[in-house]
């Protein structure tokens, strides 16, 4: 469903992401980890089409970063949900408001969204928040608010960039488990992080990054805490 | 589509709920940009018809010799109207313009007194259109007249004229390099101005991309928002710009006001302005991000 084919990305002599390749499957969930600067954001702009690769091919779905036209990148976005470390919400509107601009960009008609925003703000525990300007909310509730955006219309794929960075460990957990539940009810998810608790709770296939290249070995937890030996490849 | 609809005045309510609160500074700006613009529109309308009452000051008189016919003035008659350049044709009998001259002595009328005979020749005055009132033109006019049977001489004032001529390219030049600056300065404090507001609404557009509204959805509602700002701008300074006309007025008569196809480009002017400089200032923002 996704590749990354030998995509390499620079910002002038600075290599962000070096001849990376890897697939994403239908419904898998994805931990991206890496030290600071290792090219985590870069993968997950490159996904979304903010960034294109200086060489290589991306490719989600039906769209190839080396054939799409401009006019398709909104299409293409409109089938992805990003979650930011920083929320990227509209502090001044409701909660609905800010969930129910993803729907209305698509032209999805008012009934639609009126039942469909109740029913992910529900699935994050704030539906009796939906009223409420975002600024009076907390962080954690923010991050719910972004999440609901990122899936009210049933995404491909969610991608999280640092989701829990801003957010202490008990609100993180919270977050994680609502990634969780959303691949549970069939999303893919991509998620940027180096929240080492997280990385080792999760059961989910581990990709490092370092210098914008992959690791090769296996770093899910099950494989760090050695009872299956480091396993090579995917 | 009804919810697509809806999408956009929706964005755009939203904008100009911020925009009359924290942005009323724009519309001021524009205004005082838009004022200016509107004193010079006015200016401007006033110099066309200084330029206008110029020419209707120049015309031809073709002076008839005392010995010409009858057949000579009906031929001229009839030739003048269908002469190039030439609006209308007076015929002016010696005795009419004795009459006349009397008129202008007025009560020095006795200056003519032992004048028993009419020393005045009979003549054509010839009314020219406004584009013919050219030194160029009017001396090759006079020149094709000074040729016909029973022309005695041909007299429009050839200095005057090359004179009015060199005035209004001064003047119409004048007019086009400011009305050039004008514009061009009063869109760039649009375009900033725009700019700030934009800054306020950040958030908004860099949602919108971020779900996948498309060019058209992230720019038209900025765009409208501009348009509207434009507008607001352009009735305020309307307001002031018809007060001062009011003051000038009084004191001085004859000052036009914009007439109406200049309101109308006024009013257009602001809105479009508005939502140009409301495009480019999110083009601007947007180029360095594809989609
Ligand atoms: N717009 C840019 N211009 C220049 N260099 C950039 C740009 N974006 C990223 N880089 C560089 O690319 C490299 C990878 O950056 P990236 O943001 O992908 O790292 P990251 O893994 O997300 O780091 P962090 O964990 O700190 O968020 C870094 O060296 C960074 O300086
Ligand atoms: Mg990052």
Redesign the pocket.
Known sequence: MISFRNVSKS??Q?V??RDLSFHIERGEFIVLI??????????L?LLHHEIFPTSGVVTVGEYSSDTIRTSAIARLRRKLGFVHQDFRLIRDRSVFENVAIAMRVVGTPRRVIGKRVKEVLAEVGLLRRARDRVAELSGGEQQRVAIARALVNRPYILLA??PTGNLDPDTAAEIYALLDRANLGGTAVLL?T?DRELIRRSKHRVLK?AE?MLVPGDFSAGAIRGDEGVRTGF | MISRLEHFLREIACGLRRSMGSHLAPVVLIAVALFIMGLFFAATRNMKELIHLAHGKVGITVYLSDGATEEEKKALSEMLPRLGGVRKAAYLSEDEALRRFEEELGTRSYLLEGVDENPLPASFEVDVYDDWKTADRMAELADKLRAVPGVESVVYGESWVGRLERWIYFVVALDLFLGIVLGLSTLLVVGNTMKLALEGRKDTVEVLRLVGGSRFQIRLPFVVEGAIIGLLSSTLAFAILYRTWRFAAARLSGVLFLDLPGTVLFFALGASLGGCGALLSINRYLRVKRG
């Not at chain 1, 890496?34 to 993968?43: D, I, M, N, P």
């Open positions: 910002y002038g600075n962000a992401v890496g030290a600071s600067g290792a090219g985590k954001t870069t993968v702009q960039d640092e940027a180096h990054l914008g």
